[in-house]
């Protein structure tokens, strides 16, 4: 797809408004729980809910419609039988399509081997310049977080979530669930609020600068 953000704009909602969409993602669900806390053994599929739900007031705050492509805790491949998992992605690159978003954000919980390495990454599609920008826009302002203690570059990925559209998406990692102090502040309600504004605040800053520069369509 080559049309730009003003196109999306544009686009009519099922309700006839011309709000923006936003798409958000909640990684994994259902019996697929993502990575495990070291120390609490909270499931990557409960923050990532947890989080995207604060994220959902957050840009329905700013005038937003958002869709989220798992609204709870159930995962969102039928019956847990062979090929769940394909399933699964499969329904989220379907509503993803259906909604023509301004922006994808998948909400996803980070581990690693080494237990030092924290804080939060965003991945964008190479191919995307879009999604590149958006993660960009997203990354800065995760990196402005008091409790960043080492900024990151959006990182390239290949990954089926940004591959599945052309709309700017972007998955956030929020941190290390491998790491006991980015774990700690993880399951927090008043960490997740914040990461929430933050994302938001990345996102709209990006959306400023693509609707003031797109050519209209
Ligand atoms: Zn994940």
Do not use: W
């Amino acid at each position: 797809m080559t049309a730009g953000v003003c196109c999306y704009a544009l686009a009519q909602t099922a309700t006839g408004s011309t709000r923006l969409t936003v798409v958000i993602d909640a990684g994994h669900g259902g019996i697929d729980g993502g990575v495990v806390g070291n120390v609490t053994k909270t499931k990557e599929s409960d923050i990532n809910l947890q989080i995207a739900r604060k994220l959902q007031t957050q840009f329905e705050e700013a005038g937003f419609l958002v869709v989220q492509t798992r609204p709870s805790e159930a995962g969102l491949y039928g019956a847990a039988t062979n090929g769940y998992k394909k399933r699964d992605m499969q329904r989220r690159a379907q509503i993803i399509s259906q909604s023509i978003p301004s922006a994808v954000i998948s909400v996803h919980q980070n581990f690693f081997s080494l237990s030092s390495r924290r804080g939060a990454q965003v991945f964008f599609r190479e191919s995307n310049a879009n999604s590149r920008t958006l993660a960009c826009a997203i990354q800065t302002a995760l990196n402005g977080m008091p409790e960043c203690v080492r900024p990151s570059e959006a990182l390239k990925g290949d990954y089926y979530i940004l591959n599945c559209s052309d709309f700017p998406s972007v998955i956030v990692e929020c941190g290390f669930l491998s790491n006991a102090e980015d774990e700690a502040l993880l399951v927090t309600e008043v960490y997740q609020m914040r990461l929430a504004e933050t994302i938001c605040m990345g996102t709209l800053a990006y959306l400023a600068t693509a609707s003031s520069t797109e050519p209209p369509i």
